[in-house]
Structures are given as C-alpha cells and as structure tokens.
C-alpha cells in the first residue's frame, strides 16, 4: 500500500513537470527587489545584495551596472528598463524638463508616467507567477534613486528594498572624517536643484549658517561655482570644503580640498557628475566636541 502511494505521488510530481502550474492552482508571488550595489567598486556588496542577485529571475539594469556585478548574475536575463523610461527626445527627461517648452512639459511627464505604468503591468505579471525581480542601483538606493519613480506603481509587499553602501559614507571614508564632527548639529544631503530651490534661492544657505553643519551635496559639480558663491554670502571664507571624486572607485577616487575662498581654483573643471560635495568643520575640526 505505501508502495502504490508512493508510486500514485511519483506519477502527479512527474505531470506536474511536464504539464506546468495548473490553472487554479496559484503560485507563490514573486518578490521586486531594489538593490544597492555600493558606490564602485563590487567589493561594496552585500552579502545580502549577493544572496538576492542570485535567486533573481530577472535582473533589471544599466548595462554598466550589470556588467560591475556580472560573477553574480551570469546567465540571468538582463533589461534595461531606462534606455526607453529615462530618456526623451535624446535628452533625460526628468532632468532636463525644464529645457523643454512649458506647453511640452505635462505632456512629456504624463506620456512617460503611462510608459512606466505599462512597464509595471508587465512586471507585475511575473511577480504573479511567482518570478523574483531585481532592480540594481548604486549606492543608496533610498537616496535620488530612480528605482522609486518606477516603484510608485507598486504596493509595498510587493518590494523589498536591498540596503547598501552609499556615496555619502565612501566619501567620509576617503577623508577620514566623520560627517558629525566638530559639533555639528546636523548633517543634510540634497542636491543644488532641492537647495536653492525655485522661489528664495538663498532661504536655506542663509538659514542653515546660523548653526554649525554638515552640508552633503550630489549631483553639484554643474553647479559648483553658483553653490560656492552663494555659501560664501553667509559664511566664513575660511569655511572647508571638500570634493571627492568617484567616490568607492579605488583607482578614480581622488579628494580635493579646500575652503570657499580657493576651492574653485582648485577642483577639475571638465568632471561635471562624479563628485560628492561637502562643506563644514567636520572637515578639519575634531571628531567631538565635549559641551561642560
């Protein structure tokens, strides 16, 4: 009798193989994950990050970025879902928006929402049957990532976020400082288009001098001229600052330093992206100060 059983179990197993799921039957839904994969270097990873890549069953990437990772996912299918949702007319739309004419500008934005909603519908369908999907993204992926444009037509059980390494902690490990030292009593990471904003370009340059910080800018190098003088207006000349160039990138990576009053004469003028900009005492001040 167990032997028939068991023979009966052997014979469902052995249809299911070649027949496939069984309409009805509902497989187990797959998970999205977005997935840091450090600043640079691939000796940045995770071990969770490594764990994830290898159950995907589908990675979603920059060719680039797949390639820095390739050990991991080697035999997977890789897409690259931004060669159509990122780009407009030649141009990265959601950056460069504002070069486009206003009366194109809602259009473009609604034309490229319903591409990724499409996109998503189709990535949703394999998450129904049961498919993990990765998304990699560099660095923090909870900070200017474009992972959460395409995340917004998703539920939250459906995600998982994969954390990581970011430039901002490649950066501080490159000076050797800490971003929290020489008393300050805060530290901020925004970018030249978030900080001068679109009304008072000044409010939080001016604000912000009132107490000793740290100010942590991405995507700046384009603006580094505008930031600089614009610090300089409620700040100290003498005040530091620092660039530091591909960041997590051990044969690229290099720290300029300086203060608001010289550090123009001494950055590269042709690097317009790969750069963390940081501004205050942490700097060159020490690592605590001890209030009485």
Sequence with gaps: MVVKKLWVMGLILGLLVVLGPVPGLAATAGKFYLLSTGPGDPKYLTLQAIET???????????????????????????????????????????????????????????????????????????????????????DPTVYSRGFWLLEGMSDDQVEIVPGIGAMTASFAALKRQSSGAGARYVMQTAPFSFFGKQ???????????????????????????????????????????????????????????????????VDQQEKWMGMIIVGRSLTGPAFVLEE
């Design 53 to 139: 890549m290898q159950k995907a069953d589908l990675v979603l990437s920059h060719p680039e970025a797949a390639r820095k990772v390739a050990e991991y996912i080697e035999g997977k299918p890789v897409e690259d879902p931004w060669k159509d949702l990122w780009m407009h007319q030649g141009k990265i739309w959601m950056r460069d928006l504002h070069t486009f004419k206003p009366e194109e500008r809602q259009a473009i934005v609604a034309q490229k929402a319903k591409e990724r909603d499409d996109y998503v519908k189709k990535l949703q369908a394999q998450l129904a049957q049961g498919k993990n999907i990765v998304l990699l993204d560099g660095g």
């Design 200 to 266: 008072d370009r000044d409010d939080l340059a001016r604000d912000l001098a009132k107490y000793p910080g740290t100010l942590v800018f991405y995507m700046g190098l384009d603006k580094m001229g505008e930031l600089v003088e614009t610090l300089k207006k409620y700040n100290p000349a003498d005040l530091p600052i620092a660039v530091v160039y591909y960041a997590g990138y051990p044969e690229k990576e290099r720290v300029v330093k300086g203060t608001l009053n010289d550090i123009l004469s001494k």
